[in-house]
C-alpha cells in the first residue's frame, strides 16, 4: 500500500512539475482542467449519486473550462487581469463568501447521518470547482509558474504540519464526528506553517508570498496567511464530511494509494478562489 502511495506520488508531482515548467500555458490548462472535471465528478458522488449523470457533469465542467481558458487565451497572453470575465468577478467573491460563511457553519453541525443527498452541496460543488480552477488559471497566465507553485506549497506545508503535529502533540480533536484523527494541535501547527512559508517568500520576487506582502503589506498579509491556511483545513473537513454522508472513505479509486482528485486538493478548493480576493489581482 505504501509503495503504491509512494509510486502514484511521484508520477503526480512528475506531471504537475511538466506542466508548470512546458514554455507555454496549455499543458498545465489542461492537466488542471481535467483534474477539476474529475473533482466534480467525485463531489457529486458523494452529494448527489454515482449515476452517469455525474461523470456526465465532470466531463462537461472538463470541456467548459479548457473553452473557457481558449477565448481567454485566444489570439495573445492576457493585458493584466482585465480579460477576465465578469462571472470570474462576480463568482469568486460569491464562492469565497460561501466557504467562509456557510461551510463552516455545515462542519459545525456535522449533520453525517444520510440522506446524503443534498442539491445544495451539488450546487454548490459547480461554483467551487470552477472557482478555483478560474482563479489558478488567471494566476498562471498572469504571474507564472513559480507563482502558482509558491501558493500550492502553502496548502500542502500546511497539509503536513498539521499532520505530523496532529499525530506527536495532538490531544483535543477538533471535529471528532466529521474526522475523528484532526487535533487542534495539528490545526494550529498547520496555521502556522502557513504564516512561516508567507513570512519567507515575501522577499522571493515572483511568488505568492511577495504579492501578498505587496499589496498589503508585511503584517497583514501574515494574518491573511494564517487564514488561508485554516481555510485549507476547512476544505479537507468539509469532504471528510461529504464523504461521512455518503458512507465512502475515498472520494473514488483514481489515484492508486490517494483515494480520488477531491481527495488531493479538497484544502486548495478553498484556497485558490480567497487567495485570488486577497491579491488584488482582479478586484
Known amino acids: 500500500m505504501l509503495r503504491q502511495r509512494v509510486v502514484t506520488a511521484v508520477v503526480l508531482l512528475a506531471v504537475l512539475g511538466a506542466a508548470l515548467a512546458w514554455p507555454g500555458p496549455w499543458p498545465f490548462v489542461v492537466v488542471l482542467s481535467v483534474a ?14 454515482d449515476t452517469p449523470a455525474a461523470a456526465l457533469a465532470g466531463a462537461a465542467m472538463t470541456a467548459l473550462m479548457l473553452v473557457q481558458a481558449w477565448t481567454w487565451m485566444d489570439g495573445a497572453q492576457p493585458a493584466g487581469m482585465a480579460s477576465f470575465s465578469l462571472v470570474v468577478k462576480l463568482l469568486v467573491p460569491l464562492v469565497c463568501a460561501a466557504w467562509l460563511l456557510g461551510v463552516p457553519a ?8 444520510p440522506p446524503a443527498r443534498s442539491p445544495v452541496l451539488s450546487l ?11 482563479s489558478l488559471v488567471l494566476f498562471f497566465l498572469g ?11 502553502l496548502v500542502w506545508l500546511a497539509d503536513i504540519a498539521a499532520y505530523f503535529a496532529g499525530r506527536a502533540l495532538g490531544r483535543r480533536k477538533l471535529a471528532p464526528r466529521v474526522s475523528p484523527g484532526k487535533t487542534l494541535e495539528g490545526a494550529l501547527a498547520g496555521v502556522l506553517a502557513g504564516v512561516a512559508w508567507i513570512a519567507l517568500t515575501s522577499r522571493w520576487s515572483g511568488t505568492y508570498g511577495h504579492a ?6 508585511f503584517g497583514p498579509a501574515l494574518l491573511w496567511a494564517a487564514l488561508l491556511a485554516a481555510v485549507s483545513i476547512e476544505g479537507d473537513l468539509f469532504e471528510s464530511l461529504l464523504k461521512r454522508r455518503a ?14 482528485v477531491f481527495d488531493r486538493i479538497d484544502a ?6 480567497l487567495a485570488l480576493l486577497l491579491s488584488g489581482a482582479v478586484f
Not at 36 to 49: N, P, Q
Not at 212 to 217: I, K, N, Q, R, T
Not at 247 to 259: E, I, M, N, T
Not at 268 to 273: G, K, R
Open 247 to 260: 458512507g465512502r472513505k475515498d472520494s473514488s479509486g483514481l489515484l492508486p494509494g490517494h483515494g480520488g
Open 36 to 49: 477539476a472535471g474529475c473533482a466534480l465528478w467525485e463531489w457529486l458522488r458523494l452529494s448527489a449519486s
Open 124 to 134: 454548490f460543488a459547480l461554483l467551487a470547482v470552477y472557482a478555483a480552477w478560474a
Open 106 to 113: 455545515v462542519v459545525v453541525r456535522a449533520r453525517v447521518e
Open 143 to 153: 504571474f507564472g509558474a513559480r507563482f502558482v507553485l509558491s501558493l500550492l506549497a
Open 212 to 217: 501578498l506582502a505587496e499589496h498589503w503589506s
Open 268 to 273: 486548495l478548493l478553498p484556497v485558490a478562489p
